[in-house]
């Protein structure tokens, strides 16, 4: 009979973390003394076993060798289920990851373009109603658009107010070539009455 303590610390070894069991060298006690290699190394050797026994008319040998194989087999498996697992986790943790950044990269951008289109309006203009933000403070995306909202507004008075001075600039331009022509005209109506 074992003793209360080989029987604890056996315990503690099942709970360990499976890790990587399918390369890890078992060494496994067999009704036919050691077997050592990895879980499915282990396996193929149980079931050559249990065959030869089989053909021997061995039935109780061959019931053995099958335990002991399907020992391994459950514990490849249970192995690769987790990794299994682990893997679609960590795909899933990647997935969720690659769409955040692709949402972040696109309201950086649209973003961007806002205060890029906004800019180049304001630089057309000579009209400097460019946002700022010094690189401590975070700003968040409801202030930035209210900022993007206020120097849009900004803008198109601007601009108003340009079209407005523009509209009054070609009137006189207006004017001036109508002044022109007439003093022409007038020119053109004297050679002809001059001669």
């Not at 036919?32 to 040998?61: C, F």
């Not at 205060?115 to 930035?144: A, K, Y």
Request: net charge neutral.
């Amino acid at each position: 009979m074992r003793s209360s303590k080989s029987r604890s610390r056996s315990n503690k070894n099942r709970n360990r973390s499976v890790g990587n069991i399918i390369n890890r060298v078992f060494d496994s006690s067999g009704p036919e003394g050691k077997v050592r290699g990895t879980p499915q190394q282990i396996i193929d050797k149980y079931n050559q076993l249990a065959r030869d026994s089989q053909l021997s008319n061995d039935r109780v040998s061959t019931e053995n060798f099958q335990q002991h194989a399907e020992h391994y087999v459950r514990l490849l498996s249970e192995a690769q289920r987790e990794m299994d697992a682990r893997r679609e986790q960590q795909d899933r943790e990647n997935k969720d990851r690659n769409t955040e950044r692709d949402k972040e990269r696109n309201s950086r951008s649209s973003l961007d373009n806002n205060t890029s289109d906004l800019s180049n309006d304001n630089d057309l203009n000579g009209n400097d109603n460019s946002l700022e933000v010094e690189s401590g403070d975070r700003v968040s995306d409801g202030e930035r658009f209210g900022e993007l909202d206020n120097a849009n507004q900004a803008d198109k008075k601007n601009r108003n107010g340009n079209s407005r001075n523009n509209k009054a600039r070609r009137r006189g331009e207006n004017q001036r070539n109508d002044d022109k022509v007439d003093k022409i005209g007038e020119d053109i109506s004297s050679v002809e009455a001059a001669e």
